[in-house]
């Protein structure tokens, strides 16, 4: 067998099919909402939830149903019984006001949750870069099987 170099047009192929697999990687890595490692922290806020062991780190923060950040830290407190979550919000959408409310919602009928958070007033001033908002602005969650409870059982039956 003849062993010989490759010509540099082979190496240039290579070359190129190495560069569009690692630029394809990175596009699936992005769109499956991976993030960036060397990309500088947005907008953050801490929030305590009730009821969150659910929510995943890397959940959605919405309001009015767009995305606008994404839950960066997650940890259980057992006095009083909360979900310490950090969000991190896009530059864009920083900072929120003050009386901001948020609530834990359900995306589909699985159980998949994400932080809503509905803006108060302008005039309420900004809640500053790592602030905290506070358990009065905290909605409880309502989850399905609870709405199907307030009912009695022939109304749940039909």
């Known amino acids: 067998m003849i062993k010989q170099a490759p010509s540099p047009m082979k190496t ?11 630029g394809i990687l990175i596009f699936l890595w992005l769109s499956f909402g991976g993030p960036l490692p060397l990309k500088p922290e947005g907008y953050r806020l801490q929030v305590a939830l009730p009821e969150a062991s659910t929510l995943p780190v890397e959940a959605d923060v919405r309001i009015a149903g767009v995305r606008v950040g994404r839950v960066k830290k997650k940890e259980v407190q057992t006095r009083p019984a909360r979900t310490r979550v950090e969000l991190e919000l896009d ?25 809503e958070l509905t803006p108060g007033h302008r005039s309420a001033g900004a809640l500053p870069d790592g602030g905290t908002l506070p358990s009065s602005q905290v909605a409880p969650t309502v989850e ?15």
């Open 91 to 115: 530059k864009r959408f920083a900072p929120i006001p003050r009386d901001t409310r948020a609530m834990l919602r359900q995306k589909t009928l699985f159980g998949e949750t994400f932080v």
């Open 144 to 158: 399905l099987d609870e709405i199907f409870g307030a009912f009695d059982r022939p109304t749940r039956t039909a």
């Open 12 to 22: 240039v192929a290579m070359a190129a099919f190495a560069l569009s697999c690692g």
